[in-house]
């Protein structure tokens, strides 16, 4: 009898604790990423209009990054980050149209560059994943290339520069 009562206690003690052990153990852990932004390409969807020529588009990314100091304030434009600088700009997309059989970069009257807007720093101190989409023309009326691609790279506030992702091909009517 009295060793069932300590067999008894011997149980109410260990069994709750290997239960928490193993609530423990089995929890998912914590996506850990590099301090340097990683993007990949996730789609490219024209935005239909009433004409007959492809105008614009939404071009999306995914992206990780350690830290999680990703985006830019409205008001950040001191140095680094002023206008005119290499890091007034977060989010980088270089344009190009296919011409004889090769793709060759165009330099464009405007830029497709765009500021990410800040994420709070509190929401991602241990690392960040999420979805950029942009909104883009993608129609250079000065030309008769009718394929087009992009190079993608992303830059966070210690200017760590991710990869650089090149799209694939996309066709653009344009009349």
Do not use: W
């Amino acid at each position: 009898m009295q060793k069932q009562r300590l067999l008894r206690k011997i149980l109410y003690i260990i069994m709750p604790t290997v239960f928490f052990i193993g609530i423990i153990t089995s929890c998912k852990k914590q996506n850990e990423y590099p301090i340097e932004p990683h993007i990949e390409y996730l789609s490219f969807t024209k935005i239909p209009n009433s004409g007959t020529a492809d105008n614009k588009a939404f071009l999306a990314i995914t992206f990780t990054d350690g830290d999680g100091d990703i985006g830019l304030e409205k008001d950040d434009t001191l140095p680094p980050f002023n206008p005119g600088s290499e890091y007034y700009y977060n989010y980088y997309i270089e344009y190009y149209e296919k011409l004889n059989d090769t793709f060759r970069r165009i330099d464009l009257p405007f830029p497709f560059n765009a500021r990410i807007p800040f994420v709070e720093e509190s929401l991602a101190e241990r690392g960040i994943k999420g979805e950029i989409q942009i909104e883009i023309y993608i129609n250079n009326v000065n030309s008769t290339a009718d394929s087009i691609r992009f190079d993608l790279q992303i830059v966070d506030r210690a200017q760590h520069k991710s990869n650089i992702v090149t799209t694939p091909a996309f066709y653009i009517k344009k009349k």
